[in-house]
């Protein structure tokens, strides 16, 4: 059975990083379980789907993606604990890495590049973002391409290279179809993290992360192989919060900016800023919220996804056709779509509950469930394959 992200959503999912991939293991079918699929008719093979989907879907909930909040590489899972996370049914009917099949492409390393923002520098050039580049794959037509947007702990993880967050994450939409570019904005301006900063001090702010996401833009534009028609912004927490600076319509610098987003996603972004300053979005945009958490607050996004012509706080759970979409997820902290466990950082300013420090750790069902809807929305913007 060949991965195909309308009827087998997660099968993508799989980051490269971890031994499965590694391995080359795939959800295919035997020759006997094919057999019987073909048997089935249309409505068995539609359920077999399901319960196949569902199973890899288990199984995804116990792999790891990196806590980029906690600048801590996971742990990979080892083949033995996917395996037991899949049904003894599907397991009997799936084969061995050896078993013939189209191999689909992986990420590969990345191509370490330069991207000009929009900020300048202190010579008044513009400044030079450090930048991860992997090009669509099929180099047949045109392809999608996204920006992928670090929270405030930067881009890498503890050992200074690209954490694991960034690459699953890129890993994931490049099997999907999109080039994908990972940019730095701490690096040239001398800064290695963010978070431990108080928010009224920090030494990068939203204006310059803007400017760096819509030079971004403008150089994914200029690219080989690259549809700049479908452009998009990928975020967490920080970096949430500037695919919200970067897609606001009311702000002079993205309505004159050469080249816009067509869609974004912001995982835990802070809102309050959008709410205050009257954001409409310029394309479609989809936020995923934790409703436990305590660093960045869920409400101020529902606040804003209601504050949108036409929507209703009612209308808020992500299934309307509005242009601004938000899904929240019950007991579900900063970083919930990490696999690191819950931990309260104290050296991290709360602005709600001054002096408390705010809760940071993966919840496996909001994980899983936010992946799925990652995609979901992919695939109604026309991006996925």
């Known amino acids: 059975m060949r991965c195909v992200m309308d009827t087998t959503p997660m099968c993508s999912a799989w980051p490269a990083s971890t031994p499965v991939r590694r391995a080359g293991m795939r959800p295919q079918l035997s020759e006997r379980g094919a057999t019987g699929l073909r048997r089935l008719g249309a409505a068995g093979r539609q359920r077999a789907v399901a319960t196949v989907t569902a199973a890899w879907l288990a199984a995804l909930v116990a792999m790891p993606l990196g806590v980029a909040a906690q600048g801590q590489p996971a742990a990979p899972a080892s083949a033995s604990a996917v395996n037991s996370a899949i049904s003894p ?3 009997a009917a799936t084969t061995s890495a050896s078993a013939a099949s189209p191999a689909r492409p992986s990420a590969g390393p990345p191509q370490s590049v330069q991207v000009p923002s929009l900020d300048r520098d202190a010579a008044g050039a513009a400044l030079q973002q450090p930048g991860f580049w992997w090009p ?8 999608p391409a996204i920006v992928l947007l670090h929270g405030c702990g930067g881009p890498y993880d503890r050992q200074g290279a690209l954490s694991r967050r960034m690459r699953d994450y890129a890993a994931l939409l490049h099997d999907a179809g999109l080039a994908v570019l990972v940019t730095d904005s701490l690096t040239p301006r001398h800064e290695r993290e963010l978070c431990t ?16 996401a819509l030079g971004a833009l403008q150089w994914l534009a200029a690219q080989p192989g690259v549809d700049a028609s479908r452009l998009g912004l990928m975020g967490w927490s920080n970096g949430g919060s500037t695919v919200l600076a970067a897609t606001g319509a009311q702000r002079s610098e993205v309505q004159v900016a050469p080249v816009k987003p067509a869609f ?8 309050a800023d959008a709410l ?3 954001y409409r979005p310029v394309a479609p945009v989809l936020l995923l919220l934790g409703e436990a958490d305590d660093w960045t607050p869920a409400e101020p996004c529902r606040l804003l996804a209601a504050a949108q012509p036409g929507v209703g706080l009612g209308a808020g759970a992500g299934a309307g056709a509005a242009p601004l979409q938000w899904q929240a997820y019950a007991g579900a ?9 819950v931990v309260l950082r104290a050296d991290v300013p709360n602005g709600v509950h001054p002096g408390q420090g705010v809760h940071v750790g993966g919840n496996p069902a909001a994980r899983a469930a936010a992946l799925a809807r990652l995609q979901r929305f992919l695939h109604e913007q026309g991006l996925a394959r």
């Open 136 to 143: 669509a794959a099929d180099a047949g037509r045109p392809a």
């Open 264 to 271: 974004a996603i912001a995982f835990y972004p802070g809102c």
């Open 276 to 278: 205050a300053d009257g």
């Open 333 to 341: 902290f900063h970083g919930f779509d990490g696999t690191g466990p």
């Open 89 to 91: 049914a599907i397991a």
């Open 197 to 212: 900063q108080r928010l009224g001090t920090r030494q990068v702010t939203m204006t310059q992360r803007r400017r760096d």
